[in-house]
């Protein structure tokens, strides 16, 4: 590292507009706001794809012949699509946390492309099988660098700053559907648009470092290195987990899987709500997304900020028991309200969030950090599969009923209490907060 990227840095850079994200705090340095950037980047194209399947999900519907009832359980099997990340991120703990983010960047845009092509319900399921695995073993890498290359004191902004600016992946994902019934061939060229990453690999195989806390953890344990040893170990750090710290992982778990249930069936339904049951056209949808999303994804900083000021835990119950409520009001109160409840939904997702994955990146050392952080995504996945499906089997009629979407949405509640059996990581150093069990 030269002299010039170890000193603070002077001023925001512009993809972090102080006046809406704040200023960059001081002991943050150059290099890891480099860092910060391209990992953010790279969240951004992850979240472009995410959002596609909410946003374009009323035509999908339509093009591939699913029926309103069905909608649930089509989209819980896509979301179950993460599940085999679980058996390819604790490969990080032993080949490195820069090697498996570029494999993962690689299949995630293989994946979205092609997706663009599908002709079933069967083989659109099965291409985001392959692009959500990725998606979310390349997603779990970001939080795991912020994590690891940022000061202790300001780790939550890193965080927060992290989930902030990769959400820019959601609003051009809005902003171009708003445009879907000018594309030619529809939601098929959107899915064709996620296969920029490609073209971006070798940017990113240039600029972006291993963690200097991983090349630590390689030098002193050689053996846990490399493609081999990582075939016959990657049990080991899952078997450490579980053993060594029996509580956090079980609080880890029960907020991670209740709060996908919840966000997922809250969420996936909305675009789709607005157009059937409110006569909405997609600009509309993208309008409301756009602007009102915009002050929610706010929600990231102040999360992260608060969480530094005041503690992860009292920031992250708050967030997440909010969250429901907010949710009954977009599907249950009047269309009015629907633009102000969608802001509060943002936000508080955004914030749960950003506090979840701060913790789950803390709470555990150095070489069980990248399986904690695939744990948490894994029961996010299998908690979203789960939501959905309640969704599904709780649906009694042949067209959308907001109903169940409520019902499920409430789940997070019992989710947020679980977040005493942690400790509070505010301003304190990883190695500290990983030495008690």
């Known amino acids: 590292m030269s002299p010039r990227e170890s000193e603070p840095a002077a001023r925001n850079p512009w993809w972090i507009p102080r006046q809406l994200l704040g200023r960059v705090p001081r002991q943050v340095d150059r290099a890891q706001l480099r860092v910060l950037g391209l990992i953010a980047l790279a969240l951004l194209f992850e979240n472009y794809d995410f959002q596609l399947l909410t946003a374009t999900l009323k035509h999908i519907a339509e093009e591939l012949e699913i029926g309103a009832a069905s909608l649930g359980s ?8 993460g599940l085999p990340a679980f058996f390819v991120i604790p ?20 994946g979205t492309l092609a997706t663009a092509f ?17 998606m979310v073993t390349a997603a779990a890498m970001t939080y795991v660098i912020v994590a690891e290359e940022f000061p202790a004191a300001h780790r939550g902004w890193g965080v927060g700053m992290l ?22 061939f529809g939601w098929r060229a959107l899915y064709a648009l996620g296969a920029i990453p490609l073209l971006l690999l070798p940017f990113f195989r240039r600029e972006l470092k291993e963690t200097v806390r991983f090349q630590h953890q390689a030098q002193q344990n050689p053996a846990h290195t490399g493609v081999r040893e990582a075939l016959r ?13 029996p509580l956090r992982a079980l609080a880890i778990t029960a907020m991670g899987g209740l709060a996908a249930a919840s966000h997922a069936a809250v969420f996936m339904f909305t675009s789709f709500f607005v157009q059937e049951v409110h006569g909405w056209l997609p600009w509309q949808y993208a309008l409301m997304f756009v602007l009102a999303g915009g002050v929610g994804i706010v929600g990231n900083v102040v999360a992260g900020r608060l969480g530094d000021a005041i503690g992860r835990r009292v920031i992250g119950f708050i967030f997440l028991s909010s969250f429901p409520f907010f949710g009954w009001a977009f599907y249950a ?29 803390e709470i ?7 399986t904690a952080t695939g744990w948490l995504f894994l029961v996010e996945t299998i908690g979203a599969f789960a939501g959905l499906q ?11 009923d907001p109903i169940p979407v409520i019902i499920v949405g409430f789940a997070i509640l019992l989710g947020a209490f679980f977040i005493v059996l942690v400790p509070e990581t505010r301003r304190r150093e990883l190695e500290t907060i990983s030495s008690e069990s």
Not at 233 to 245: E, M, N
Not at 342 to 348: D, E, K, M, R
């Open 333 to 361: 109160g009047p269309s009015s309200l629907i633009p102000l409840a969608w802001i509060l939904l943002v936000f508080a997702v955004m914030a749960g969030n950003v506090s979840l994955r701060a913790i789950a990146t």
């Open 163 to 184: 989930g902030a600016v990769g959400s820019a992946g959601h609003g051009v994902a809005a902003l171009l559907f708003a445009g879907i019934d000018w594309f030619p």
């Open 233 to 245: 170990a990657w049990l080991r750090p899952l078997a450490g987990l579980a053993l060594t710290y």
């Open 118 to 134: 599908s002709q079933t319900p069967l083989q659109f399921v099965l291409c985001q099988v392959v692009s959500r695995t990725f």
């Open 390 to 400: 309640l969704v599904f089997r709780m649906t009694r009629t042949t067209s959308f």
């Open 364 to 370: 555990f050392p150095t070489a069980h950090r990248g």
């Open 91 to 110: 490969f990080a703990d032993s080949i490195g946390r820069r090697r498996l983010f570029l494999v993962s960047m690689l299949g995630l845009s293989l």
């Open 74 to 81: 089509f989209t819980s099997w896509i979301r179950l699509g």
